[in-house]
Nanobody, 124 residues
Framework: QVQLVESGGGLVQAGGSLRLSCAASGRTISSYAMGWFRQAPGKEREFVATISWNGGSTYYADSVKGRFTISRDKAKNTVYLQMNNLKPEDTAVYYC?????????????????WGQGTQVTVSS
């Protein structure tokens, strides 16, 4: 069993930055790909970014490419999402999740464990 806890969300003005963290406990996540998803009010959960088990491969949704960066620290069993140049349309609850595979995936059904989410609100 893996427990994932996100942190770092908050209220920021458009153009600002936030860094989300996802700390894992209960089992190491170093052997598995990780991902970030988000869900805005009234919308379905959508893929944001994913990183392979060794950090060698990353993939982003077109809507965040060039603005967001996913990374991981194996020693801290933690995954990060650096979000720059935030836009009002980035407002959502952000979730981290872990797969049981090593390769990146944009499909939520391939992710086994999920955090409780952290709210990101971007004001215009």
């Amino acid at each position: 069993q893996v427990q994932l806890v996100e942190s770092g969300g908050g209220l920021v003005q458009a153009g600002g930055s936030l860094r989300l963290s996802c700390a894992a406990s209960g089992r190491t996540i170093s052997s598995y790909a990780m991902g970030w998803f988000r869900q805005a009010p009234g919308k379905e959960r959508e893929f944001v970014a994913t990183i392979s088990w060794n950090g060698g491969s990353t993939y982003y949704a077109d809507s965040v490419k060039g603005r967001f960066t996913i990374s991981r620290d194996k020693a801290k069993n933690t995954v990060y999402l650096q979000m720059n140049n935030l836009k009002p349309e980035d407002t959502a609850v952000y979730y981290c999740a872990t797969t049981t595979f090593r390769v990146v995936s944009t499909t939520s059904t391939r992710y086994q464990y999920w955090g409780q989410g952290t709210q990101v609100t971007v004001s215009s």
